[in-house]
């Protein structure tokens, strides 16, 4: 399974080349990227890393489980479902949602998911393709907004967001107070390297921004995704258990949870 942002058309070609000539089957997602090269080079196209995900593994020999598109149109149903009743705790004038990323292929998995499905309508964005949606000043949202705050913009001088949630719980609290907010969309990401307890820092600031809404008579829905392993170190369902103690609706992955968020503001 190959996944990146798009590549260059020259890169594009030498990849492609390389899965050619591959014995092997080859899942590929070049996020919002051309799939026509991947069909070319005799490979599988995904659009989301989700969807990467289940075709890969319906590759491997013996496999028994439902074809992707079957699990994920269920999954959509199932979140639909879920978002009406969230939908109902919310205030009338409560109707943007504010991802709060600290990777930038999940933003970007997020802005696709988005646009492809097209009944949020205009996101805002610092990694926006299209001009007219770039924000004015990434430090402020505007509307349905996306923000990557492992951009240059936010890490020169400080440490990325994935190590250190300073700056992501911050801008959280910020958020909290604007009465038009319906849902905070966060990724928490796992490994070596990444924060050794994430969850353990961000769930306390959850808790934090959910009763400064609760104070001014609204509610503030939180969804978040983890990405990561019960072999990691900061460990799967203890990330979990946090951030659902603290009130946030963990989803099996960052796609459900950009769709989760999607539905309860659509419509």
Known sequence: MLVSKPPSPSVTVKVMEQV???????????????????????AIPASTLQEAAYLAAAQVKGYEGPPAEEVIAR??????????????????????????????????????????DGVMGEV???????PRFQLEDATRSQGHTVVDLGEDEFTVGRPHPMIDNDLRIRRLMREAADP????VLLDVVLGYGAHPDPAGELGPAIRRARQQAADEGRELIVIASV???????????????????????????????ARLAEYVVAG
């Open 20 to 42: 050619r000539q591959s014995d092997k089957p080859a899942v590929v997602c070049f996020l919002g990227g051309d799939p026509e090269p991947i069909k070319a080079a005799g």
């Open 75 to 116: 999954e959509k149903e199932e979140l639909k479902a879920r978002a009406a009743g969230l939908k109902g705790r919310l205030q009338p004038g409560q109707k943007y949602v504010r991802g709060l990323f600290s990777g930038g292929t999940l933003a970007s998995e997020t802005l696709l998911i988005w646009q492809q």
């Open 227 to 257: 990405t990561g392993t019960q072999e990691d170190p900061q460990g799967l369902d203890r990330q979990v258990g946090l951030l659902e103690d603290a009130g946030a609706i963990v989803c099996s992955c960052n796609a459900a949870a």
């Open 180 to 183: 038009e907010m319906a849902v």
């Open 124 to 130: 805002y964005s610092n990694i926006a393709t299209d």
